[in-house]
Structures are given as structure tokens and as C-alpha cells.
């Protein structure tokens, strides 16, 4: 099953939050994951501006944390833009918006705590 991580499960699950329950965890390590370009963006802002602390740069935290978790980057495409426009605005978060509008898009279960996803024609999971 194929998952796209919202910023916040991606971070929670690579740095052991507990916010990540086991079963949650199991459900993130047991599937096929993807975190999109546009959460790694905005965690290049955060950590940009002070208000993500990574403990490594940057590049490193990437680097380290994508490729040997498994998880495969999202590029965003033209059809997701496309899927964006057509968005109600239940959801403000722009950053949120382009996951909802990729979730559409590729018909892919989006991994988060945010309820607000749930109005939107996606499958969400949280424990």
C-alpha cells in the first residue's frame, strides 16, 4: 500500500516521536512511503528560519533520514497543480493543499494527524 507522509509523520517517524504509536510505526515501516518535495521544502524553511531544530544540517538530515527509512520523494506534477485548483479551501496551509491535491492525485493514503484532510476526497490514517 503506498502512503504519502505529511511533514509532521515523516519528522515524528524519523526522529522517534512518540506521537508515533507502534502501530502507527508498524503501519509507516510495513508500506510503501513517500514524503513529497513541498514537506521537504517546507522543512528547508523551518530549519532556515530557526524554527525547526534538525541537530544536523540540513543536507545531512535528508540525506540520512530518505534513502535508508525507504521512503521516495513526490515531485509535484502538473496534475497535482491542476487537482489544486479545484481545491475547496477547507484547508488554508498551502503546504497542506498540494498534499491534499497529490493524495487526489495518485490516489494515495495520506499519513497524518490533521483531521482537516478529512474533508477532502482522500483516505486518511492516524492512530
Same mark, same amino acid.
Given at each position: 500500500?503506498? =502512503?504519502?507522509?505529511? +511533514?509532521?509523520?515523516?519528522? !515524528?517517524?524519523?526522529?522517534?516521536?512518540?506521537?508515533?504509536?507502534?502501530?502507527? %510505526? &508498524? =503501519?509507516?515501516?510495513?508500506?510503501?512511503? @513517500?514524503?513529497?518535495?513541498? &514537506?521537504? !521544502?517546507?522543512?528547508?524553511?523551518? &530549519?532556515?528560519?530557526?524554527?525547526?531544530?534538525?541537530?544536523?544540517? @540540513? *543536507? *545531512?538530515?535528508? *540525506?540520512? =533520514?530518505?534513502?535508508?527509512?525507504?521512503?521516495?520523494?513526490?515531485?509535484?506534477?502538473?496534475?497535482?497543480?491542476?487537482?489544486?485548483? +479545484?481545491?475547496?479551501?477547507?484547508?488554508?496551509?498551502?503546504?497542506? %493543499?498540494?498534499?491534499?491535491?497529490?493524495?487526489?492525485?495518485? *490516489?494515495?493514503?495520506?499519513? #497524518?494527524?490533521? #483531521?482537516? @484532510? #478529512?474533508?477532502?476526497?482522500?483516505? %486518511?490514517?492516524?492512530?
Amino acid at each position: 500500500m503506498k =502512503q504519502l507522509l505529511d +511533514t509532521h509523520t515523516f519528522l !515524528w517517524f524519523v526522529m522517534g516521536n512518540p506521537r508515533i504509536t507502534p502501530k502507527l %510505526r &508498524s =503501519q509507516i515501516e510495513d508500506n510503501e512511503n @513517500f514524503v513529497s518535495i513541498v &514537506s521537504i !521544502w517546507e522543512i528547508a524553511i523551518k &530549519s532556515g528560519i530557526g524554527k525547526l531544530n534538525l541537530e544536523v544540517p @540540513f *543536507d *545531512d538530515f535528508i *540525506d540520512r =533520514q530518505i534513502v535508508p527509512n525507504g521512503i521516495q520523494i513526490l515531485d509535484i506534477k502538473l496534475e497535482h497543480l491542476k487537482v489544486l485548483t +479545484t481545491l475547496p479551501l477547507h484547508h488554508r496551509d498551502p503546504f497542506d %493543499r498540494i498534499l491534499i491535491a497529490q493524495a487526489i492525485t495518485e *490516489d494515495i493514503i495520506l499519513v #497524518s494527524v490533521d #483531521s482537516v @484532510f #478529512s474533508l477532502y476526497p482522500v483516505q %486518511r490514517i492516524w492512530e
